[in-house]
């Protein structure tokens, strides 16, 4: 058994401990290593299988149509337990009128036991520009002419009893579960 000094134990506790700027920068790191060891026409091929079309810097000639996020989010179910969900097909540009595009913006359901919250991030939009549409099986948006989306529900809704509310571009929409 070996005993530590004070220097010693306070450099082992430094070590665990990890900011949560750390924590990115190592996944960042780990995610930048991952994907430059994947063969570009594998990588290529996968993103056509979300549904993007075209050539990607950096995985062969031509330039991307827009930039775009894949990813996965995570949040705290009612049970208080982690629950991660992957992002599907975000940012993907649907094109409205010839020149005029919008993209889906990135959204979170959450199940909060007889409410459902829907998140959805609508940065560089005014809560004047927004337009809901609520049903008992979809939420539609509309923000401005940058973002558009109809959002399934996992479960029926009470359409309307919803509440939305807009902040710093994070748009919030409560809605009641429909009961059985």
Do not use: H, W, Y
């Not at 990588?43 to 996965?72: C, H, R, V």
């Not at 401005?144 to 009893?161: A, E, L, M, R, Y």
């Amino acid at each position: 058994m070996k005993c530590l000094t004070s220097d010693e134990e306070e450099r082992d506790e430094d070590k665990k401990k990890k900011t949560f700027e750390d924590f990115l920068a190592e996944l960042q790191e780990f995610m930048q290593n991952m994907v430059g060891s994947l063969d570009p026409e594998e990588l290529q091929e996968k993103f056509k299988d979300f549904g993007f079309t075209g050539n990607f810097p950096g995985f062969g000639s031509g330039d991307a149509p827009n930039p775009f996020i894949m990813g996965f989010s995570v949040g705290i179910g009612p049970d208080g337990k982690p629950i991660f969900n992957r992002i599907e097909k975000p940012g993907q540009v649907v094109e409205q009128d010839p020149g005029s595009f919008v993209r889906e913006p990135l959204v979170d359901i959450m199940d909060q036991g007889d409410e459902l919250l829907v998140i959805v991030e609508v940065p560089g939009v005014e809560k004047e520009e927004i337009n809901l549409k609520c049903t008992k099986k979809e939420l539609r948006v509309r923000a401005g002419k940058k973002f558009q989306k109809n959002i399934p529900f996992p479960t029926d809704v009470i359409p309307k009893q919803s509440k939305a509310k807009l902040k710093n571009g994070i748009l919030e929409v409560r809605v009641p579960k429909a009961v059985d």
